[in-house]
C-alpha cells in the first residue's frame, strides 16, 4: 500500500471516468501532499444526559438510542462548541465516493489536534464507501473549542488497495452524522 501523492489525488478527481469523487471540493487548496482536507458539515447529534445512570447496548433498542441523541443543524459559516470530555458527532460536508482500489484514513488537522481536538475514532474508510463521513468530534483539552462550519478539520489521507469487489448488499449511503447502531451488532442480541 501506498499514499497518493498530491499530483495522483489531483489528476484521478479530474477524471470524469474514475469511480473517485469528493464534492464539492471548494477549492484545489483542500488537495494537499498525500491527503485532502475535509470540512465541518452542518449537521450534528448533540449527545445528552438522560435519567439513564449509564448506555447498556444490550438493552437499547434504534428507538431507545434517540434519548441520547438529539440532531441539530446550523448554516455555512455559523459556530457550534464543544466542552471539554464532550462527544459531539458530526459529518464532513463532502461527499465521498471511494473507488474498489483505494482506502482512506480520517485525521484531526494538526492545529486542530494540539488545542486537544480529536475528529475520528472511527477512522477507516473502506474501498467502495459512499457518503459524507460521521466525524466523532471529542475535546481532549481544558477550554471550550469553537469550531465553524465549513472550516477544514480534517484530512483523508488515501492508499491505494487491491482491487475490491463491490457488494450486492444494499446500505443505504448517509448525507449527514448517524447515529450510533450499536444495537444492529450480533454480539449484543
Known amino acids: 500500500m501506498s499514499v497518493l501523492t498530491k499530483t495522483a489525488l489531483i489528476n484521478r478527481l479530474r477524471n470524469p471516468e474514475d469511480d473517485f469523487a469528493i464534492v464539492p471540493l471548494l477549492e484545489e487548496t483542500q488537495v ?7 470540512r465541518l458539515g452542518l449537521e450534528f447529534i448533540l449527545l445528552r444526559k438522560t435519567r439513564y445512570p449509564l448506555f ?3 438493552n437499547i433498542d434504534e428507538h431507545e438510542i434517540r434519548k441520547f441523541q438529539k440532531r441539530d443543524s446550523l448554516r455555512f459559516g455559523e459556530t457550534i462548541v464543544i466542552h471539554p470530555q464532550q462527544l459531539l ?3 464532513t460536508f463532502e461527499f465521498l465516493s471511494m473507488p474498489s482500489d483505494l482506502c482512506g484514513f480520517v485525521l484531526t488537522r494538526s492545529r486542530y ?20 463521513l460521521t466525524l466523532e ?7 471550550p473549542i469553537e469550531l465553524t462550519c ?10 491505494e488497495a487491491k482491487h475490491v469487489e463491490r457488494s450486492d448488499e444494499y446500505r443505504p449511503i448517509p448525507i449527514g452524522p448517524q447515529f450510533s447502531c450499536m444495537c444492529d451488532d450480533e454480539e449484543w442480541k
Open 89 to 91: 458527532l458530526a459529518s
Open 113 to 132: 489536534a494540539r488545542i486537544g481536538l480529536v475528529i475520528a475514532t472511527a477512522t477507516y474508510v473502506h474501498p467502495n464507501w459512499r457518503g459524507c
Open 56 to 58: 447498556c447496548p444490550r
Open 137 to 143: 468530534l471529542a475535546n481532549y483539552g481544558e477550554v
Open 32 to 38: 494537499d501532499y498525500g491527503a485532502v482536507n475535509l
Open 150 to 159: 465549513g472550516s477544514q478539520i480534517g484530512q483523508l489521507a488515501l492508499l
